[in-house]
Structures are given as C-alpha cells and as structure tokens.
C-alpha cells in the first residue's frame, strides 16, 4: 500500500496569511494526488485533483503543486471559512490511501 | 444539483451486519465509478471499497476483504455496502462519494450515515 504522509498535522495562522501542506507518497504516483477540505460534521469537499487542477467552483486561493513523491497544497490568503481540515489523497493505486489531515488553526 | 443519500447506519452489536445504501440524483449514475469512505469518530478518512460502472471491477481495502460486499444497481441509481462480521473497529461515519473520472478523486460524496458497533 502506498503511505501517505501530510505535514504538518496541524497549524497555526491568521486570516489574510498564507499556508503550505505537504504530502509525501511512500513510492511515486505521478500526479494522482488529490486534495479535500472537511469541516466538522461535513463530508469532505474535493479542492485540487491532478495535483494542481481546481476543482470547479472553488476558490483561486487554493492551489497544489508536485509531482512523483512530493505535494504541496497553499492557501494563498486565508480567510474565515478556511481554518479548517484538509486531507491528501492518492488515486494512482488500489488501496486509494489518505494522509492523516492538517488542522489549520486560527492562530 | 448532484445530490448523494445514504440510510442504513445504527448500532449494532459485534459480530452482526448491517446494509448501508446511497441513492443518487442529479447525474447519470450508470456512467461513474462509485466508493465507499469511511470514518472513525475523531479520526482520518480511509477509503473502503469501489465499483466500477457496470460492476465488472470491485476493490476492497485489507480491512473490510471477505466481511463487506459492494454492489450497485444502475436502474434505481443505488450504491449498496452489505457489512457482515462487523467489529468495533468498523464503527464510523460511511460516506458514499462520487468518482470524478480518471482517478482524479472523488467530486460528490453524501451525508454520511453513522454505524456504531458495540454491544
């Protein structure tokens, strides 16, 4: 199975600051990196696929980069709604695995 | 509007089985890979298992292989998860979601429904 491993698991920022995740694949999955926004007592919300496509209708603040092993995920200024938890995940091979989540905090 | 609604969760006792189903609208369900994710109270997303459109391919994680069967039916725009041998561990919330296509995630998932295993 392929290990996904996001850091950090948790951060603290400002509104209008901007914020990177990264996720490491345990062995290289192309751009078959996805990531979603989840917040409490919702179902997750797909932001990025393809490693830097915008899902549509989501905002340009958001962007993802990387390819083979190494992914990063930035809000480029946070706002509000924004301090939330947001998930990796890779679609390249059977078991579909996920990181373990980031909290962004409001600091 | 794409909408995705799961039923079928409760709490159950170790051991029993349950059978969680999504129904679907607002897209053509018969053209799309579907997915099980679940997830533990407190904890991480895990994904459970996937059908493709016409049910030829299905995939399970380790955890759930030979306890949890999949199944659809494209007629009434149903996606089925049949839990048997069911163990604490499996206690979660049970989200049925959407593929996009081309392994490029999952763009609708539902509510959720929740199913607690203890006795």
């Known amino acids: 199975d392929i290990q996904m491993t996001q850091s950090p698991s948790s951060l603290s920022a400002s509104v209008g600051d901007s914020v990177t995740i990264t996720c490491r694949a345990s062995?290289?999955?192309?751009?078959?990196l996805n990531w979603y926004q989840q917040k409490p007592g919702k179902a997750p919300k797909l932001l990025i696929y393809?490693?830097?496509s915008l899902q549509s209708a989501v905002p340009p603040r958001f962007s993802g980069s990387g390819s083979g092993t190494d992914f990063t995920f930035t809000i480029s200024s946070l706002e509000p709604e924004d301090f939330t938890t947001y998930y990796c995940?890779?679609?390249?091979?059977?078991?579909?695995?996920f990181g373990q989540g980031t909290n962004v905090e409001i600091k | 509007e794409v909408q995705l609604v799961e039923s079928g969760g409760g709490l159950v006792q170790p051991g029993g089985s349950l059978r969680l189903s999504c129904v679907a609208s607002?897209?053509?369900?018969?053209?799309?890979?579907m997915n099980w994710v679940r997830q533990a109270p407190g904890k991480g997303l895990e994904w459970v298992a996937n059908?493709?459109?016409?049910?030829?391919?299905?995939y399970y994680v380790d955890s759930v292989k030979g306890r949890f069967t999949i199944s659809r039916d494209n007629t009434k725009n149903s996606l089925y998860l049949q839990m048997n041998s069911l163990r604490g561990e499996d206690t979660a919330i049970y989200y049925c979601?959407?593929?996009?296509?081309?392994?490029?995630?999952?763009?609708?998932w539902g509510q959720g429904t929740l199913v607690t295993v203890s006795s």
């Open positions: 995940q890779q679609s390249y091979s059977v078991p579909w695995t």
């Open positions: 979601a959407k593929d996009r296509g081309g392994s490029s995630g999952y763009d609708y």
């Open positions: 059908m493709k459109q016409d049910g030829s391919q299905i």
């Open positions: 393809g490693a830097s």
């Open positions: 062995q290289s999955i192309s751009t078959y």
């Open positions: 607002g897209f053509t369900f018969s053209n799309y890979w």
